[in-house]
């Protein structure tokens, strides 16, 4: 089946900090993958994304590179800011039509001054 | 542009008493997913509509959960009756037909409190 398996928190880290929290997935065929951001007291909203093999999405600071090899989408940043304290959740797609994304449980991030 | 506008936002109820929580989805948007997300569970998909219909169900927890979309730009998750074990946050998310891009556009939540 599809899942997704990421590292459990939560994580806590001094600002300028380098973050790395892992992913791995587990998918027949060439799922696309996705980083999910969730904000306190907020919706999810799209960090970023990779659709095919050895592709690197980034956003805002963040990067994560899809290794199909180690079925892989490890986030990294190099410098977290305080502002970055939120719920990271690692998803995936099987290119369906219909949008179903595969969530992972999430990592709690906490950025301290 | 409006986003998926979601309410409540907020409910507190008593065992027992029916829950209907609403959603209206993007202008456009042809995919409609209902979440519900607790600390123990995580984020769980309990069902969604393409096209207004309901494509997989399978993540109602049990028949007390029930939803539909009558149309394109309203949906609703019934909680009937409601029980303790209930309470959690429940999203509602959209996103486009056609071509996949792999985003979803998130409501902001209706935080349900069952005592």
């Known amino acids: 089946g599809n899942s997704v398996t990421q590292m459990e928190g939560p994580v806590t880290l001094s600002e300028e900090a380098f973050l790395t929290i892992n992913c791995t997935y587990t998918a027949t065929g060439y799922p696309s993958l996705f980083w999910y951001v969730q904000y306190p007291g907020e919706g999810l909203q799209l960090l970023l994304k990779a659709t095919k093999a050895d592709d690197k999405g980034s956003n805002k600071g963040f990067e994560a590179t899809y290794r199909k090899e180690t079925t892989s989408f490890h986030l990294e940043k190099g410098s977290v800011q305080v502002s970055d304290s939120a719920v990271y959740f690692c998803?995936?797609?099987?290119?369906?039509?219909?949008?179903?994304?595969?969530f992972g449980r999430g990592t709690q991030l906490t950025v301290w001054p | 542009d409006a986003g998926v506008i979601q309410s409540p936002r907020h409910e507190v109820t008593e065992m027992g008493q029916e829950v209907t929580l609403r959603c209206k989805p993007i202008s456009g948007h042809n995919s409609l997913f209902w979440y519900r997300q607790t600390m123990m569970r995580g984020l769980e998909l309990l069902i969604y509509f393409n096209n207004n219909v309901p494509i997989d169900d399978s993540g109602m927890p049990e028949d007390r959960f029930s939803a539909k979309m009558p149309n394109a730009s309203f949906s609703t998750l019934k909680i009937q009756p409601s029980e303790p074990r209930d309470s959690a946050v429940y999203f509602c998310a959209s996103t486009p037909g056609g071509a996949v891009t792999g985003e979803l556009f998130f409501g902001e939540g209706s935080r349900l409190t069952v005592l």
């Open positions: 998803a995936l797609s099987r290119g369906s039509t219909l949008g179903r994304l595969y």
